[in-house]
């Protein structure tokens, strides 16, 4: 391929721009340089440019490559979709640099909350989301109380305006293994968790239900009438 | 046995995290919470009494990392299912008479690789059900003890569950641990107990009313269809009857036979005769009065 009959104009004003520097092709040779680039823009189109988390892109793939593992795997995977409480009440109070600002602070206390193997994204204004593979339902609520936790514990400083208190809502769902789950319908469920959460009053974790099949002391117990009720021996009769 | 309750469903109730996709035709999987309790011993004497009762049946070893089918009914068959799976030989090779007049279809050794839920013990199960179910009167899937995900996965190919238990009380606590499983996690709403090794005449009924109390308080129940209705159980245990404790089930085990062949009149052997009866009765010709 003859590299003068591509033009790199734009491509160069682009990275230039996003502070991407590449060792030009005289160094590297044409196909090296070429190469670069791509991966170079691949990069950015996947990458939400203020936080450096990934996009709501690039997030959308990698959860449809985890419903494809969650399938064939027989481990759980949770999504958690995130939202900052009253963000737009930060913008207009103290303008776009300051709700930038916050922007920056939750997604590096999100970053160190999560578990490494865990997909931190930002997919919308002032919306997260993490994917948190392997995690089964019993966990689920200390992982995503953890992000919760680590927005509410301090205050976020403003550099012109002092300290607030910023928390967030956070809404859970599970893909189900060797069920080929549909990636639209899991966001959708993430998402009715964290209505449920903003609804019943914000700075709160909602997680699909999931009933536990473990088995208490109390129920042992039950099991050979070492606390029998009244109640109990009334039903004993009924669903003999 | 009373009509069965219509298809409760708890408010907002959770989506099973393994579901229930029962292979089209009649599949009781033989199942229990604790090993040790006779569950091939109930497998294989039952299918012998089914048969008996004109049914074309078949047992099918899903014990698949630790089956002891063969053992129980002294077969050592050349071809099992390890050869159909591993494509050495056709399905109907594997397919054995077994001393009760049934068919048989053994594990074979060197199923440690299918003692672990992988895709393709998946796949290869799924098929094999759905090819051989259909040649059946009814199948019974004699699967390994306790809720490990290829017990799971067996049961929720089965149609029906029986679960066998013993009134100790570890093996009562490990089936009450069982039937929560298989209700929280597959949505079943029936399942069928036997009781081993009973040492009283009404040990089952008391035992399975007991398990019924528990899950009522535990699992939960749904509201009748109006205020003067009983509430439904989410999930309703039948008792299909006992197996007495019998010292003719011991000689017949050591001999490598099967009860009902080695001592016809044994107790144990006539309340095998009676529990399939009622098992033919509730459960493989069930739908066919409807």
Redesign the interface.
């Known amino acids: 391929m003859e590299m003068g009959a591509l033009r790199f104009d734009k491509v160069d004003a682009l990275l230039r721009q996003a502070g991407v520097a590449l060792a030009p092709p005289s160094e590297v040779g044409d196909a090296r340089y070429l190469q670069a680039v791509l991966d170079a823009l691949c990069d950015l189109s996947s990458t939400d440019s203020l936080t450096g988390l990934m996009n709501r892109r690039a997030f959308l793939s990698v959860l449809e490559q985890e419903l494809d593992r969650v399938t064939r795997g027989g481990e759980h995977a949770l999504l958690l979709a995130l939202d900052i409480d009253h963000f737009k009440r930060v913008n207009d109070r103290y303008g776009h640099p300051a709700g930038d600002h916050v922007l920056r602070v939750v997604t590096k206390r999100l970053r160190e909350a999560v578990r490494p193997m865990d997909n931190v994204a930002r997919i919308g204004g002032e919306e997260f989301a993490v994917l948190c593979p392997q995690c089964p339902p019993s966990f689920a609520t200390a992982i995503a109380q953890r992000t919760r936790v680590a927005i509410e514990s301090a205050p976020i400083e403003l550099p012109e305006h002092g300290p607030i208190t910023v928390t967030i809502s956070v809404g859970g769902a599970f893909a189900q293994p060797w069920v080929k789950g549909n990636l639209s319908d899991w966001l959708a469920r993430a998402d009715q968790q964290l209505y449920r959460a903003k609804q019943e009053g914000r700075n709160c974790v909602r997680l699909e239900p999931y009933a536990s099949a473990d088995v208490s002391a109390e129920e042992k117990g039950l099991l050979f009438g070492w606390s029998a009720t009244d109640e109990q021996v009334a039903d004993h009769g009924q669903s003999a | 046995m009373t009509a069965t309750p219509t298809t409760p469903q708890a408010p907002?109730a959770?989506?099973p995290?393994?579901?229930l996709h029962p292979v089209k035709g009649k599949v009781i999987a033989v199942t229990s919470g604790k090993g040790g309790v006779g569950k091939t011993f109930v497998s294989a004497n039952l299918a012998a009494a089914l048969t008996r009762r004109g049914l074309k049946v078949l047992v099918l070893d899903a014990d698949l990392g630790l089956a002891n089918l063969d053992v129980v009914l002294n077969l050592y068959p050349k071809l099992t299912l390890h050869d159909v799976f591993t494509g050495k030989c056709e399905l109907e090779d594997a397919i054995i008479k077994a001393p009760g007049g049934f068919s048989v279809l053994l594990a074979g050794s060197g199923l440690v690789e299918y003692s672990r839920?992988t895709?393709e013990v998946?796949d290869d199960f799924l098929r094999l059900m759905e090819d051989v179910v259909p040649r059946y009167d009814v199948v019974l899937l004699d699967t390994g003890a306790g809720?490990s995900?290829v017990v799971l996965?067996a049961l929720s190919l089965a149609s029906e569950v029986l679960l066998v238990a013993t009134p100790e009380?570890t093996s009562?606590?490990d089936a009450?641990?069982t039937i929560?499983?298989l209700s929280?996690?597959q949505g079943r709403q029936h399942i069928r107990l036997l009781v081993n090794q009973s040492a009283r005449l009404g040990d089952g009924?008391a035992i399975?009313?007991?398990?019924?109390?528990?899950l009522?308080?535990?699992v939960g129940t749904v509201p009748g269809a109006n205020a003067a209705a009983?509430s439904l159980?989410l999930v309703?245990l039948h008792h299909v009857g006992d197996i007495p404790s019998d010292q003719a089930v011991k000689d017949a085990v050591m001999r490598r036979q099967l009860l009902l062949l080695h001592t016809p009149g044994a107790p144990a052997s006539v309340a095998i005769g009676q529990i399939a009866a009622r098992i033919e009765e509730t459960v493989i010709r069930a739908d066919e009065a409807v």
């Open positions: 907002g959770v989506a995290a393994v579901l839920l895709p998946r809720i995900d996965f009380p009562l606590t009450y641990a929560k499983v929280t996690q009924k399975t009313a007991q398990l019924q109390a528990v009522n308080r535990f009983k159980p309703r």
